[in-house]
């Protein structure tokens, strides 16, 4: 009988139920009174499958959007220019090109093709291109214009700056027009000093070099400003052969009209 209360106690434990023997001998028969089910129990049998519950992850932060413009906007470009899939140079603003450079590096790496510039389709563009310089970012010009060499602050004067790349034409202090402007390589270097135009030449080609140089305004030598089809088209990505170009052709076309034969020219640092 003890054998058959213990293998009972055993079931109870297992099964969850309370064993009550008998008063007396114990020899009485065995009680043993089952739990009721509780409402969780019940439920537990209805909800052996799992539930999907709602996701909790928020879509990726928009960093950058079209009609953006900036610093920010430049980088986003140069480093799209880095894996070919934009081939102008940055302008800083959030283009239609731009758009459509953003929605074929999305597709390209199975991002979604929204266009806009998110912290994952970013991370994946850092981790593909190296940081741009600065000429990178102005390849194509629009860089601001440094503070103009105390040498340009009286007179008629073509003020050019190396360290910023521009060129301020500026009257008695004032400057009325700047652009930028590219220089020679290291191995045909512009020339920096004070120096006057010496000879303007609307339509020159070179004689060295066999090459346009429309608007030239010589100042050393074989050494002028001029515009400059090549500038135009790949920006700082190449450079002169000593000579300051400019590549908007209405603006140098506006200030070969005004400037005159012996203004002064200072090109510095």
């Known amino acids: ?48 499958k799992p539930t999907a519950e709602p996701s909790s992850k928020a879509p990726p932060k928009v960093l950058l959007s079209p ?9 986003l470009q140069a ?38 510039t998110d912290t ?11 940081e741009p310089g600065k000429w990178e970012l102005y390849l194509m010009g629009g860089q601001p214009a440094d503070k103009p060499d105390a040498r340009c602050l009286t007179g008629r004067v ?13 009257v008695d202090g004032r400057t009325v027009t700047t652009v930028p402007v ?18 303007k030449s609307r339509h020159h080609v070179s004689t060295l070099y066999d090459s346009p140089m429309p608007y030239a305004m010589f100042f050393s030598g074989g050494q002028a400003v001029h515009y400059s089809s090549d500038f135009a088209a790949r920006g700082y990505a190449g450079a002169s052969h000593g000579c300051v170009n400019v590549r908007d052709e209405a603006v140098i076309a506006e200030l070969f009209d005004e400037v005159r034969d012996g203004d002064k020219v200072v090109v510095h640092w």
Not at 7 to 22: D, H, I
């Open 158 to 170: 073509l003020c050019i700056s190396k360290s910023s790349r521009t060129l301020r034409w500026m």
């Open 67 to 75: 009609g953006d413009t900036g610093r920010d906007v430049r980088e």
């Open 120 to 130: 994952v389709t970013w991370q994946r563009l850092l981790r593909m291109t190296h």
């Open 1 to 48: 009988m003890r054998r058959v209360i213990a293998a009972l106690v055993a079931v109870a434990a297992v099964g969850g139920c309370t064993v009550q023997a008998s008063e007396g001998d114990g020899k009485g028969p065995v009680r043993v009174e089952l739990p009721k089910s509780s409402p969780s129990s019940s439920a537990g049998a209805k909800d052996d």
């Open 79 to 116: 480093r799209l220019r880095q894996v070919a899939w934009i081939f102008e140079g940055p302008t800083g603003t959030y283009d239609g090109t731009t758009e459509e450079a953003v929605k074929g590096f999305q597709g390209k790496r199975g991002l979604p093709k929204t266009g806009e």
């Open 182 to 199: 590219r220089f020679g390589s290291e191995y045909t270097p512009t020339r920096e000093g004070v120096f006057s135009v010496y000879w």
